[in-house]
């Protein structure tokens, strides 16, 4: 099983490169750099404080729990 949490991007814009980061989780970028969205390849080896590490680290707003 596996996950994709999209983050804000133009309609029909593709992944350009990727990034694996922390254990189960795979960062997509537009050709221009811009995280587009990220694959969570292991949902039960993720846990919310490190799904917003990675957003904090991608200059992103972080989650709650009732975001989920």
């Known amino acids: 099983m596996a996950a994709y949490y999209y ?3 133009r309609a029909g814009q593709k992944s350009y490169r990727t990034l694996r980061v922390e ?3 795979v960062i ?3 050709r221009t750099g811009k ?3 990220i694959e969570i390849t292991a949902p039960s080896a993720v846990t919310l404080p490190v799904f ?3 957003l904090r680290d991608l200059g992103l707003g972080t989650l709650k ?3 989920l």
Do not use: E, K, Q, W
Request: aromatic share 6%; no cysteine; glycine share 12%.
């Open 7 to 9: 983050l804000p991007r």
């Open 23 to 25: 254990p189960g989780m």
């Open 28 to 30: 997509d970028f537009s």
């Open 35 to 37: 995280p587009i969205g």
């Open 52 to 54: 917003n590490r990675v």
């Open 65 to 67: 729990r009732a975001d």
